[in-house]
């Protein structure tokens, strides 16, 4: 549990690009999930975001064999969504419907169908984390 009276609030951003093949973007998405694993398990608030090419990950991490596939399902329950913006153009918006995922769209960004707005989060208190 969190120090402090008030728990902590954390948005992690996954934005790190599965396509990239590199170790890179594998690194920076099992950061991003093991320090939401953190923030939940010490019973801070936390959200999960895919953004930008990190959209793409919705579909690698639904595969049993992946190497971050159970740390992915021991935060499951905080992934608030994709972008739905960015779903579109980097092509991830079928298989996030299929995962079961909310498209965010509360920031309406021209000529896109919006995206999640980390403007409202900061308002709520959360501090945005990107990998």
């Keep these: 549990m969190s120090t402090s009276q008030n728990p902590l609030k954390a948005a992690i951003v996954i934005l790190s690009d599965p396509r990239s093949g590199s170790e890179e973007a594998l690194g920076r998405l099992f950061n991003g999930l093991a320090t939401a694993y953190d923030y939940k398990h010490r019973g801070d608030e936390v959200t999960i975001l895919f953004q930008g090419t990190g959209t793409r990950w919705v579909e690698e991490l639904g595969k049993p064999d992946h190497p971050v596939h159970d740390l992915f399902q021991a935060v499951v329950d ?3 969504g994709v972008s739905c913006g960015c779903a579109d153009v980097f092509g991830a918006t079928e298989e996030a419907e299929t995962a079961g995922f909310d498209l965010i769209k509360d920031n309406a960004v021209p000529n896109t169908k919006g995206l999640p707005s ?3 989060l900061v308002s709520d ?3 945005i984390l990107t990998f």
């Design 78 to 80: 905080k992934v608030a």
């Design 118 to 120: 980390l403007h409202r």
């Design 125 to 127: 208190g959360y501090a």
